[in-house]
């Protein structure tokens, strides 16, 4: 098999936005984006990205509320969005995270060794795991079929897939800080037949389109 690369995405610098001094809050445009190296193995397109190799596809989107909120019903959850602000109490961050095998080799994945990490100010977060699930649910006021979907809609206990087997979750992040300027999904949790590899996403909100020049009189 051929050794599996570790792929690194850069950050690109964001603009200073005066009133937030450079920080932005968790719910601006915050967008992918490609490391300006060209790295192989993984396309941008739009608000997605795509990370392949001949092992592994793993596709990853940032869902605002309403495609977050469409996922959870397509998922059998209808009472309510437990990762709502009013039912969690904390800012959230939710990736749709798509995964599949493409070769021979099992495919492992440990969500307890993905991070949120920001700058300006640093933090490190791990995603929602099985305690926060349930709080989660039962601020909802999930039913009890629910709470069992929303554990099985959510990425927060390790998974193997074996050749051609696919998964499709969620992984959320809470307790955000109120403001910063960029963030790195770290998802260092992958291996194939027993390597390990890491794919990091950067991410920032885009600089605003400079204002028309006025028509000269």
């Not at 795509?50 to 596709?59: A, K, L, M, S, W």
């Not at 469409?70 to 059998?76: D, V």
Request: overall charge positive; charged content about 25%.
């Amino acid at each position: 098999m051929k050794k599996v690369q570790a792929f690194f995405l850069l950050l690109v610098l964001v603009s200073v936005a005066p009133a937030l001094a450079g920080k932005h809050p968790a719910t601006a445009n915050w967008q992918p984006y490609a490391d300006q190296k060209g790295d192989r193995g993984r396309a941008l397109d739009g608000d997605r990205i795509t990370f392949r190799n001949d092992n592994v596809e793993i596709r990853i989107e940032l869902l605002d509320d309403e495609k977050r909120g469409l996922f959870l019903k397509s998922a059998g959850i209808e009472t309510g969005d437990p990762f709502s602000t009013a039912n969690i109490g904390w800012r959230t961050f939710t990736f749709l995270i798509r995964v599949t095998n493409l070769g021979d080799q099992e495919v492992q994945l440990r969500p307890q060794s993905f991070f949120f990490i920001t700058k300006g100010p640093v933090s490190s977060s791990t995603p929602c795991d099985f305690t926060c699930l349930i709080a989660a649910g039962e601020r909802a006021e999930l039913s009890r079929d629910e709470g069992k979907r929303l554990l099985r809609a959510v990425m927060d206990t390790s998974a193997t897939l074996t050749a051609g087997g696919k998964i499709s979750k969620l992984l959320v992040f809470t307790r955000m800080p109120d403001a910063f300027k960029k963030f790195v999904l770290d998802l260092d949790g992958f291996s194939v037949g027993g390597e390990v590899f890491r794919v990091a996403i950067p991410y920032a909100v885009p600089k605003p389109e400079k204002n028309a020049r006025k028509d000269q009189e």
